[in-house]
Nanobody, 123 residues
Framework: QVQLVESGGGSVQAGGSLRPSCAAS????????MGWYRQAPGKERELVAS???????YYADSVKGRFTISRDNAKNTVYLQMNSLKPEDTAVYSC?????????????????WGQGTQVTVSS
């Protein structure tokens, strides 16, 4: 079955960096778009970055220029390099996979999420 396991969250001060990663298993990783969602308390879940099977990349406006998504198909892993972190970036960050190999890397549909990793940015 599809498994997505995140690691690498944590607590940092504003301006700091984190690099969560997501180890995937149970499917042909290189064939699917992958993404990172986040959900802050009291807010809706939002897609912050995604990468297609061919390497096309999307970023939400709120993270452009600060976050970088990448994937290593040999390791079945997707990463999210987060720099210049702000308190408003505080959220649970979850790795996601599209429902099918032909699903769009921005509009989805998205079918699977990991359990998430907490990112806390203090001012």
């Amino acid at each position: 079955q599809v498994q997505l396991v995140e690691s690498g969250g944590g607590s940092v001060q504003a301006g700091g960096s984190l690099r969560p990663s997501c180890a995937a298993s149970g499917f042909h990783f290189s064939s699917y778009a992958m993404g990172w969602y986040r959900q802050a308390p009291g807010k809706e879940r939002e897609l912050v970055a995604s990468i297609s099977s061919g390497g096309a990349i999307y970023y939400a406006d709120s993270v452009k220029g600060r976050f970088t998504i990448s994937r290593d198909n040999a390791k079945n892993t997707v990463y999210l390099q987060m720099n210049s972190l702000k308190p408003e970036d505080t959220a649970v960050y979850s790795c996601a996979r599209t429902r099918g190999p032909h699903s769009d890397y921005v509009s989805g549909p998205w079918g699977y999420w990991g359990q998430g990793t907490q990112v806390t940015v203090s001012s």
